[in-house]
C-alpha cells in the first residue's frame, strides 16, 4: 500500500506570504482518490491554506506526491498575471524543499499538452508557461518524477476508451477523467518504468479490446534527456 498526497497549488497565489501555498482544485481528485482507495492506498489533500508545517507532516511518511497545480481556487477561478514567474515561485517554494528533504519521493506532475504546443497555439494561456516553468524545475531536481500532459479534458468516459501515452510534443485530442487517475496510480504503482518520463495522454475508443496495460505502455517511452544524463553520470 502506498500513502499518496496531493498538492493543487493555485498559480495566482503563488506568492502570497501568507501561506506555503493556497491549495486549489484538480479536475481530477475525485477519481484519483477513489481509484487510490479501491487498489489499497491512502490518498490524503489539505485544506484550502497550507502553512509549511502542514505540507511537512502530510509529506513525512508519503510514497508520492501527485502535483496539480490549479487555476481553481477556494473562491473562483484564477489566471495568475505572469505564468512563467508563477511557475519558477511553486518549483523554489514546494519543489526545492521535497528535493532537500525527501529526494527519494515519487512526484507525479499533472501538467497540460500545450506546454509542447508552444506559445503560438492559440490557447495558450499564463497557465501553460507555469507549468513548462515548473516542469524544468522538476526534471532538473533530485527526485523521481513522472510529468502526464493530459490533452482535452473529456466529460465522459466510455468501456472501450483505451489511454495512450505519447512523447510527441504536438499531441492532441480527448481524455477522461478516469483514464487521468489510471495513468496516475500506473505511474504510482510502477516507478521503474514510469520515472524520468514524460509523456502526453489521450484516449482512443476501441471496442472489445479489454482495458489498457499502461505499466507496459510506459515502459515503452523513452526517458527524458535530464534523466538519460542523470544516469549516465550517477
Given at each position: 500500500m502506498a500513502q499518496i498526497v496531493e498538492f493543487a497549488p493555485v498559480y495566482s497565489e503563488a506568492d502570497?506570504?501568507?501561506?506555503?501555498f493556497v491549495n486549489g482544485t484538480w479536475n481530477t481528485h475525485d477519481q484519483a482518490e477513489s481509484l487510490a482507495v479501491s487498489r489499497g492506498h491512502s490518498y490524503l489533500s489539505p485544506g484550502d491554506f497550507v502553512t509549511l508545517e502542514e505540507a511537512d507532516t502530510l509529506l513525512a511518511a508519503a510514497d508520492a506526491l501527485v502535483l496539480a497545480p490549479s487555476v481553481a481556487g477556494p473562491s473562483g477561478m484564477w489566471?495568475?498575471?505572469d505564468g512563467e514567474e508563477a511557475g519558477r515561485i511553486l518549483g523554489h517554494r514546494i519543489l526545492d524543499r521535497i528535493s532537500a528533504d525527501k529526494p527519494d519521493l515519487h512526484i507525479v506532475l499533472i501538467s497540460h499538452f500545450l506546454v509542447g504546443h508552444g506559445a503560438a497555439h492559440q490557447n495558450a494561456k499564463p497557465n501553460t508557461w507555469a507549468l513548462r516553468s515548473l516542469e524544468a524545475h522538476l526534471r532538473g531536481g533530485r527526485n523521481p518524477y513522472t510529468i502526464l500532459r493530459p490533452t482535452?479534458?473529456?466529460?465522459?468516459?466510455?468501456?472501450s476508451y483505451q489511454t495512450r501515452l505519447s512523447q510527441d510534443p504536438y499531441a492532441d485530442g480527448l481524455v477522461s477523467r478516469d483514464s487521468i487517475a489510471s495513468a496516475v496510480l500506473t505511474a504510482v504503482e510502477n516507478p521503474r518504468v514510469a520515472t524520468g518520463r514524460t509523456a502526453a495522454l489521450f484516449n482512443l475508443s476501441i471496442?472489445?479490446?479489454?482495458?489498457t496495460d499502461l505499466a507496459d505502455r510506459f515502459g515503452s517511452l523513452a526517458l527524458d534527456y535530464e534523466a538519460e544524463f542523470a544516469l549516465q553520470t550517477a
Open positions: 502570497n506570504p501568507a501561506y506555503h489566471q495568475p498575471t482535452w479534458l473529456s466529460t465522459i468516459h466510455d468501456e471496442p472489445g479490446t479489454g482495458t
